[in-house]
Each structure stands twice: as structure tokens, then as C-alpha cells.
């Protein structure tokens, strides 16, 4: 009778009461708690770096590659091959957040990575492997405008997206990147061939649609796939990150285990000056050093650009004084997808989509790049610069059993959010710093893949209020209501006193 009494009045203060419902909310997420979480059973356990929390939160895609958030706080996903979709979530903080609702934004089979949108989320931008196309877009009706097609020609085989980046510093400028058409593409040592460029656009004095090779300016050339693209948010400075190529030979010695490394390039800057933007960046001719077991490596460091076959015109030592060397150079095949500065411009996010042209697959990761004063902390010739923040437990199961990063965005508060293509996965993962409850130590620090942060795979045992999973799975429903009467009892127990 007693019980039954508390139970009700319990309950009536929870349902009545909107401000006890936000207090046990908060309460819940301060624990750490989460109601719904999901887990993949495709793979191991994803190993987390110190200092952070991942935990999955969208599942169920097709391809998923370029994200970003909308003004209202919906993250749009290209499938690609199907076309952008919005998800919506009921976000409870830290890295709880369940999927609320998605919709198909725009269904084109074309569209394969890119997205940007302005900042005012009123102009969504994509990306076929020919064109780039806009809409109005109103983030609140979720409704489109007529498409619009702003730049064309971009066609070629094998590298087929097209990144788009949208300064933030200067808003009419969109960059976009476009890769060789084969391993090692002859065009692209032709510069009016348009092929291993990023080239930027001015979309506001567009009158009719650009052709990629012959329009805009071009910020760097010899770039053989910069699938990744960046603005640093306080200097403006431009970053990409290059998937370089593969089974090279030099001087008749296989050297394609670990060679040629990834690259990471610096472009400069869009505010007029043409300073370290506009050089060729080596490809196809050179190619930057990540293993120094070289053949006649003279004194080349890590990040020296060389190659395949000296020549009297054409040899290590035109590549170092001709072409413009890499600012950061990664692990051989990784294959980097997309980079994403952090607010305060501190670190760059970078995604590895991992290799294939290697006996044992590596990348297959997230990992972070720390940056001071607008450029890298490591130097030009540091193996250390990537430091794993989510990877696989076990690369030798990749790329069959891992998951695949692709896309990369950061909301409003800082979480960073990672598509997996391969598993039609998202996400999030949040620094310890930011979070309320405080723990771990930060990102820094080393290499190692031996984790340290924490993956969130189950749910707490303290749910605090209903949520849709609660709602729709009747099996969960008592355990709900147990909880609820004893939080309720305790966040709201001086209500509870006078009710009783
Ligand atoms: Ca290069
Ligand atoms: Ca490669």
C-alpha cells in the first residue's frame, strides 16, 4: 500500500513536472548513462585513445562519406550511390545521442562524397565525380530549392570524388579537389588537364557553370588524390591530405610496402596573396619518403620527395628544388579521407580509410593531428604526427571484418563525428576535456593503438526518462519505470513529501 503510493505519487511529479524531468535528464547524463546503444557485430571492438569516448550511433547506411551539420542541428550523410540524408537526433549528451528521425534530403545516385553547405545552412552543396550542384536549402521545413549546377567537367576513371570545402573566412570561395584518373596518370603532369588539382571557384559571380580545368584558381597541382580539404579556423591557412600511389619500383626495387608515404599539404592562404600556393606538389614524377630503406636514398629524410628512375633532367634533386614537399607525411596506403580542424584550431581530426597495396593492412583509423600557431607541432620529417584516436582491434581482419573511416564533422560542442562506409556507420567521439565529469588525460601523446578511452557498449542501469527505444520495445518498459521511481524519489523527494 505504502509502495504503491510512493510508486504513484512518483510518477505524477515526473509526468507533471517538466523541470523534474530536465533534472533527472542531466543527472542521468553526468553518470554517463545512456538508454540506447548500439554495438557492431561485424567487427571486434573498436579501440579508443586516451582521453576520449566513442560510442556507435547510426547504423543501417549505405556508403556513408561526407557529413555535415545543418544550422539546426541535423548532421547530413552522402550515401553514396543513393543520394544526402538527414538525421536528426535526441541528443542527452556526452555521446549519448539516438537517432530521432531521418529523412531523404535528395536522392541522386551521382552524388558519391562531397557536401558543404554555407553558413547559414541556406545553400547545401554536392558533388557527382562530374559536376557540382547546389539548392536552397531551409533547414527548418527541410525542404529543397531547384538544383543548380556550378561547376562541370570533372569526369575522369578510377578517383572519383570531388571534396568540396567552403571557406569560412572568405564564403564565396569553394575549393574543390579532383583526383588522377589511374595510379600514375600521365595527364596530370599537364596542368590544363584539370587532373591531381585543387582548384577554387568564386560562386557568387558565377553567371553560368564553371568548366573545372579552364576556370577558377588553381591553389596546388601534382596532388594525386587530396581527398581530404581543410581551413585552419584562426590563420585561414589550407590543408589537404593526399592518398599517394601505389606498387612503385625505384631503380628496379619493389619498394611499394612502404612507400611512398601519405602527404599532408600546405596551400596557403585565400586572402589574395599567391605565397606557397598555385606549385606543383610532385605527382606523377615525385613521390615523398616514409621508409628511409631506399635505394641511393643519399640524404633524403621522411617527407623527401624522390623518384622512380634519376634521369639528368629529372631526379631526387629536381624533386626537392622544383616541387613542393609535403608538410606531413603518414604511413604508406592509409589512405587519409577527410580532415577536420578542431574550433580553436589545436588539432586536426584525419581520417584513414586504410590500405590495400600492403602485405599488412594498416590505417583503418581516426587519428588526430596536433597544430600550434596554424601549422603542424611535428616537423616535415616526424613518423609521429598521427595519433590513433578510434582504430581497429585487429588490422590483420581489414578490410573484411574493420570498420572503414570516411567523412568526418565536428558539431557545435566539439564531438567529432566519423562515417564508416564499409558498415554504414557513424561516430562520435568526445574529448574527456569536455565533458563535465572530467577523466583521462587528453589525446597527446605517442602512437599507440593501446587505447586507454573508453568505447561506450552498454547501457548504464540508469535510464531516467522515457526515449523512444523504451517506447517501442515493450520488454524494456519495466526496467524504465523501476528506475524512474527511484530517481524520481530522490531528484524530486521534497515534491514527493508534500504529494504524500
Ligand atoms: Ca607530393
Ligand atoms: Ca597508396
Keep these: 500500500m505504502v509502495l504503491n503510493c510512493l510508486l504513484l505519487a512518483g510518477l505524477a511529479v515526473v509526468a507533471n513536472s517538466n523541470q523534474a524531468r530536465a533534472q533527472t535528464t542531466t543527472s542521468a547524463s553526468a553518470a554517463g548513462s545512456c538508454p540506447t546503444v548500439l554495438t557492431s557485430s561485424n567487427y571486434d571492438a573498436p579501440v579508443v585513445g586516451s582521453g576520449y569516448t566513442a560510442q556507435l550511433v547510426v547504423t543501417g547506411l549505405t556508403k556513408p562519406r561526407g557529413l555535415i551539420f545543418d544550422k539546426s542541428g541535423a548532421l547530413l550523410v552522402v550515401e553514396s550511390g543513393v543520394g544526402i540524408t538527414r538525421i536528426q537526433f535526441n541528443d542527452r549528451g556526452g555521446t549519448c545521442l539516438v537517432q530521432d528521425k531521418s529523412s531523404a534530403l535528395v536522392r541522386d545516385d551521382s552524388l558519391n562524397h562531397g557536401i558543404e553547405l554555407s553558413s547559414d545552412s541556406q545553400t547545401l552543396y554536392a558533388s557527382s565525380s562530374s559536376e557540382v550542384y547546389s539548392w536552397p536549402y531551409d533547414p527548418t521545413a527541410q525542404t529543397l530549392g531547384t538544383k543548380q549546377t556550378l561547376i562541370t567537367n570533372m569526369s575522369n576513371t578510377d578517383h572519383t570524388t570531388r571534396t568540396l570545402l567552403l571557406s569560412k573566412k572568405f564564403p564565396d570561395q569553394l575549393l574543390v579537389s579532383r583526383g588522377s584518373s589511374e595510379n600514375i ?35 596546388g597541382w601534382g596532388l594525386r588524390n587530396s581527398v581530404g580539404v581543410a581551413e585552419h579556423p584562426q590563420t585561414g591557412g589550407l590543408y589537404s591530405v593526399e592518398n599517394s600511389a601505389d606498387q612503385l619500383v625505384r631503380e628496379g626495387t619493389d619498394i611499394h610496402q612502404d612507400n611512398p608515404g601519405e602527404e599532408m599539404n600546405f596551400h596557403g592562404y585565400l586572402n589574395g596573396s599567391t605565397e606557397s600556393q598555385g606549385g606543383n606538389y610532385g605527382y606523377p614524377h615525385c613521390f615523398a619518403l616514409w621508409d628511409t630503406n631506399l635505394p641511393d636514398k643519399g640524404d633524403m629524410k621522411v617527407g623527401s620527395q624522390f623518384v622512380l628512375d634519376p634521369s639528368a633532367t629529372l631526379n631526387d634533386t629536381t624533386c626537392a628544388e622544383e616541387f613542393v614537399a609535403p608538410r606531413l607525411t603518414f604511413q604508406a596506403h592509409m589512405a587519409p579521407l577527410d580532415i577536420k580542424f578542431t574550433a580553436d584550431g589545436s588539432l586536426a581530426y584525419v581520417s584513414f580509410h586504410g590500405s590495400w597495396n600492403r602485405d599488412e593492412p594498416v590505417g583503418y583509423k581516426l587519428s588526430v593531428v596536433s597544430f600550434a600557431n596554424g601549422e603542424p607541432v611535428e616537423a616535415a620529417d616526424s613518423t609521429e604526427a598521427a595519433v590513433d584516436i578510434l582504430s581497429n582491434a585487429d588490422n590483420t581482419k581489414c578490410p573484411g571484418s574493420c570498420f572503414r573511416p570516411a567523412g568526418l564533422a565536428i558539431d557545435a560542442q566539439g564531438r567529432v563525428f566519423m562515417s564508416s562506409d564499409a558498415t554504414g556507420e557513424i561516430y562520435v567521439l568526445q574529448r574527456a576535456e569536455m565533458t563535465a565529469t572530467g577523466g583521462g588525460g587528453g589525446g597527446g601523446g605517442g602512437s599507440s593503438t593501446s587505447g586507454g578511452g573508453t568505447l561506450v557498449t552498454s547501457t548504464a542501469t540508469t535510464s531516467t526518462t522515457p526515449n523512444a527505444a523504451a517506447r517501442q520495445a515493450p520488454g524494456k518498459g519495466l526496467g524504465w519505470l523501476v528506475v524512474t521511481l527511484t530517481l524520481s524519489l530522490s531528484v524530486v523527494g521534497g515534491a514527493f513529501l508534500v504529494v504524500a
Excluded: C, E, K
Design 185 to 219: 596518370d600521365d595527364d596530370a603532369a599537364s596542368i590544363t588537364s584539370g587532373h591531381s588539382q585543387i582548384r577554387v571557384f568564386n560562386i557568387s559571380s558565377a553567371t553560368s557553370p564553371y568548366t573545372y580545368a579552364t576556370d577558377g584558381r588553381m591553389l
